[in-house]
């Protein structure tokens, strides 16, 4: 055996879990048999933390230090640019987790890292492993909910089939998505729970396993918005963050954009003490962060999109073309507009300086799709017609519909940012597709989402088909003149 490959069997990721059978603290301390396992069954029975025995030498559990990880991610990852490994189109090798014989909760823990590893949400985020090892350690609840996670994950690589002989990760999966819903309820009452980092996490974990379920949303978005929405509201908004929370705080930001402009809702990151944060936040950082940046235009331009909405349902119809009220919107309009093209240029000037990279066409793709979210909000009513508004051309949006598609394939072929988080700009993009070859083009870009493991996928397409099946036959039926 060449001394690379010993590397790899001892080096088994972010965890290296060795097999010792003892009892956890608890089992010991009531002279009972424990089951092993992490956490142990009798403390997920007690619903009591399961800490693990110290022990001196070989065989202790051990967490891989940093260097350790990144070492290994080094032999199991393709080309890196920018800090990102590349995934490329080749059909994946052996899972780089199944080298060594590992107890079921190492085996568990080690698909939930894998999942992180290829799922890069934010910048950030590859550090999230590290800080949640900590919490995962002593919280049940979070425990269980990155387990629902990884083996859901781990169920859709494998097609269903039981690993080294054990249970099938579905099984494992929707176990532990059950035990942290359970957990979590129980947690809710307890008077400091808006203040601890693990129940954060897992409400957004949980809430991500139904991203990874259920095609309708539907478990998603009630999670967001009562869930880890309202934790956040609770706590109140604060630049004093653990590392944890605040990798977190720019993964809720991003997605909670994202589903605010998706369903047109409010989010509670529009009110004005949450973009103080931010704008603290901005102030205080090294560099203008472009993606950081265009996020806030996201959610202000949701938050203004609504205003907008409710101002023009109060006014009569018949009123509405020469109601001082409606040219005031097309003005505010223009200016939300004049600040996205700025945040453009700026862009672009950064670009050049510091080259391309995954998270830059990621920011790009949400300015295109901005502008056109933008321009729906005038271009279906008659009123606008003959004001100055921030209305886009058919020749302009279809030169944003074809770069969206561009730069949506090579966020989801060329780096590890998930596919959900295309879903608000292909939504865009669908909605103000035409012609049949850029519908196709959307149709798969969903469809690799879809198989890179976000159902909820499925249910962006089923919307776009029937919008487009609607508008083809009012077209039919109404020809343009």
Known sequence: MSASTTLQRRVVGPLDKRRRLTRCLGCAKRRIKCEGGFPCVHCIRQNATCVAQQHSGHGMTKFVNKNQQDDFCARHQSSSQNGMSIPTRQTPGPHPLDFIRKDDGTRLLDYFASFIQHNMFTTSF????????PLISTSPVLYHAVIAVGTLDANRHTGGRALQGGKSPYVDSMTSYHKSMGILRSSLGNR????????????????????LSDESGEGWVKHMLYGTSKMLQLAG??????????????????????????YNEETILSQECWLGLQKSLSSSA???DAIEEIITLMIETSA??????????????????????????????LDVQETIYNWHTKALLQLVQDGPNPYSNLALLYYHALLIFLSGNYDYFPYWDNI???????????????????????????????????LFPLSVAGARARNVDQRSEILNLLNQIFCKGFVVANRIRDNLLKRWIDRDQEETMNPPT
């Open 126 to 133: 590859a550090a999230i492993v590290s800080d949640l090892l």
């Open 192 to 211: 400091d729970v808006m203040q601890k980092d693990d129940i954060l996490w897992a409400t957004f974990f949980l809430g991500l396993f139904e991203l």
């Open 286 to 288: 090294i560099r203008w």
């Open 237 to 262: 908004p604060t630049d004093c963050m653990s590392s944890a929370r605040r990798i977190f705080y720019d993964l809720f930001r991003v997605l909670e954009a994202s589903r605010a402009l998706i």
């Open 388 to 422: 100055a508004a921030p209305v886009l051309s058919h020749a302009e949006i279809s030169e944003h519909l074809t770069t969206m598609v561009y730069l949506s394939s090579e966020v989801l072929w060329h780096s590890k940012i998930p596919g959900v988080m295309l």
């Open 304 to 333: 203004f999109s609504l205003r907008a909405g409710s101002i023009i349902e109060m006014i009569p119809e018949a009123e509405r073309f020469t109601d001082p009220s409606v040219a005031l919107i097309a003005a505010a309009g």
